[in-house]
């Protein structure tokens, strides 16, 4: 059978590349081990955090799935960091990870130009160096243009309770061998990762009256800029709880160090940094009294409860001794025990910023593969790899977000030039334009990209446009300048804000840390013409100003930098204060531009300006 595109998991990045790949017209095939595990949400039942939000966010602007299956599968919502700056705020959802999953399946199969098939991939079809298809378990043989690969932690999965071992890539669920030992065929580089997740305890076992309850904002926001408001507004929330381990949890759990698979040496992959074991964090955090614990539904029926922040793979008989020792699970009954999972991953600089592989032709890795942790990391390279294919099946011109534009450029940047040893996560810090980079403004990004992809519809766009127009009138209603009159000291004093000495304009002024959006009203009735959204946009951009300006500054400079040729001829070794790796490195891929340069993992900023005065020096 022919395809255009053949996307190999059923995972989040799965389920994004082959929408992607479909809506963009190609004749795509979905092909995963279990098709009722679509969209599982393998781990934790939530989507989105601090930068995973972020992810989310822009996955919706570019006409992803991610945020519309959240918004109607939610439990929960919250802002984290409300306290803190727009920029570095993180919206976080918890879900019904069984309605999640059955959407998500659906939306698949009633999808035009796509099907799925729930077979086992054996290996990858390849001739003269380009792929040209997959073969089965079941011995069929599929053919496409583009085959793009998101197995998630299935490749060579181990998963380890105790002293137990068990081949699998989740759970109670077939692993996927052949296809790792096919990509090694064609001397890709790959690596060995471990990641974990908690047991699951029967609700009715708990006792939530002596724990604290968490609930969700009063009104929630919705990840999707398409869900409809209105409706959503109402939306029934379930609480979440926090407990906390103790002394005696952290007694019982460091005596069993000795049956602890991570530390027996029976772990040999690498683990997530920022989202340890609790044997782990006992074992590194041994000053630490209490841990906290988040006791989370997982279905709206609440009959199953997620410990987050008790990640194991302790033997049965301790992960049952130390959830009892936590106040309120004294009783506690587990579902499902916890348990790590290792597996292959191919190192993500064997692939370009499209996510293609460098050594096989039309052949794409997307999610946990990458060395990446997280469904938010995922489904962003499931999106990206789906809409880089089809246009490389249409000859067009790839894809690629700069790391000024996106949390998804900084993403793929990060991963393709740096590489990664241990499960890759996104943070906040990690994106040095972030204050452009907001949650709330992931539509005027980068909805006009999602629309010229044929992702995203003419009537939505003329929104965000609408949206775009209505933000650029309330700024220049803030230029009107204002001087230090009696009535304008009188109206800053009847609003509790101190008074300006200068003539200055009502930006200034609105710009103020103290300034809200009331107050902004007050100072500027016109503004109340604009939508609300629009409104709340004003005063970020009042508050950011100059920040912004400067980044902009900075991003334009760097722009006009990155494209300076280098020289052919250049002797890199002899230029004063380059480091012995970069000019090893330099001279062995011998770059064009410096934008080439800076996409060198181990060629640094630093680095890079050194080159960069040396060529003007050069040159004058």
């Known amino acids: 059978m022919q395809y255009d595109v053949i996307v190999v998991g059923g995972g989040h990045a799965g389920i994004e590349a082959s929408l992607a790949a479909a809506r963009m017209g190609k004749r795509t095939l979905l092909i995963t081990i279990l098709a009722e595990q679509i969209g599982a949400t393998s781990c934790n039942p939530a989507v989105g955090g601090l930068a995973k939000g972020h992810l989310v966010k822009e996955i919706d602007a570019l006409g992803g799935e991610m945020g519309l299956l959240t918004d109607a599968s939610g439990l929960q919502f919250r802002i984290l960091n409300e306290a803190k700056g727009p920029a570095v705020r993180g919206s976080r959802a918890q879900i019904d990870m069984d309605v999640y999953r059955v959407i998500a399946r659906n939306r698949c199969l009633t999808t035009d130009n796509l099907e799925v098939k729930q077979e086992s991939v054996e290996e990858l079809v390849i001739e003269n160096g380009t792929v040209v298809g997959i073969k089965t378990h079941l011995e069929n043989e599929y053919r496409a243009k583009a085959v793009i690969i998101t197995t998630g932690t299935f490749l060579n999965g181990v998963v380890h309770i105790g002293t137990t071992k ?38 009715s076992s708990i006792d939530f009256s002596v724990m604290e309850e968490q609930g969700g904002d009063e009104k929630p926001v919705a990840f999707s800029f398409r869900t409809n408001k209105e409706q959503f507004s109402s939306k029934k929330q379930l609480p979440c709880f926090i407990a906390y381990t103790n002394t005696d949890t952290h007694t019982l759990i460091e005596s069993n160090f000795h049956r602890a698979p991570l530390f027996t040496g029976q772990i040999e992959g690498t683990g997530p940094r920022y989202c340890p074991s609790i044997e782990d964090k006992i074992d590194r955090f041994r000053d630490k009294e209490r841990h906290h614990l988040f006791i989370e539904p997982q279905s709206a029926e609440a009959t199953e409860f ?50 293609e592989t460098k050594k096989v032709s039309n052949l794409y890795c997307a999610g946990q593969i990458n060395g990446t942790t997280g469904y938010e990391e995922a489904a962003a390279q499931g999106l990206m790899a789906g809409i880089n294919a089809a246009l490389k099946i249409d000859n ?148 950011y100003h100059r920040y912004i300006e400067k980044q902009q500054t900075q991003i334009e400079k760097m722009k006009g930098m990155m494209s300076v040729e280098i020289p052919k001829d250049i002797n890199f070794a002899s230029i004063s204060g380059l480091g012995n790796e970069a000019i090893e490195k330099l001279e062995h891929f011998a770059p064009p531009t410096l934008d080439a340069a800076s996409r060198i993992s181990g060629i640094t900023p630093a680095a890079i300006e050194i080159l960069h005065i040396y060529i003007r020096m050069r040159q004058k």
């Open 166 to 203: 068990q081949s699998a890539g989740r759970y109670g669920e077939f692993p996927s061998v052949g296809l790792s030992d096919s990509l090694k065929r064609q001397e890709i580089r790959m690596g060995r990762l471990k990641t974990g997740t908690t047991p699951r305890i029967d609700g």
């Open 306 to 355: 997620y410990i987050n922040g008790m990640s194991t793979s302790l033997p049965p008989d301790v992960q049952i001794r130390m959830i009892q020792s936590v106040k309120g699970l004294e009783n506690a009954r587990i579902v499902r025990y916890g348990y790590a999972i290792e597996y292959d991953y191919v190192d993500p600089t064997e692939l370009t910023h499209t996510l």
């Open 396 to 543: 067009k011109a790839p894809f690629v977000l700069r790391r000024d534009e996106a949390y998804i450029g900084v993403l793929i940047d990060d991963l393709v030039t740096k590489g990664t040893k241990e499960p890759y996560r996104m943070f906040t810090s990690r994106a040095e334009y972030r204050l452009l980079l907001r949650e709330d403004n992931a539509d005027l990004r980068l909805s006009r990209y999602g629309h010229e992809l044929g992702l995203l519809d003419s009537d939505f766009l003329q929104k965000v446009e609408n949206k775009r127009q209505e933000i650029e009138k309330g700024m220049e209603l803030l230029q009107q300048s204002v001087t230090p009159n009696k009535e304008m000291i009188k109206f800053l004093a009847s609003i509790d804000e101190e008074k300006i000495n200068d003539k200055t304009t009502l930006l200034a002024i609105a710009s103020r840390k103290s300034f809200t959006l009331e107050k902004l009203r007050a100072l500027v009735p016109d503004i109340e013409t604009l939508s609300l959204e629009a409104q709340e946009q004003v005063l970020i951009g009042a508050k």
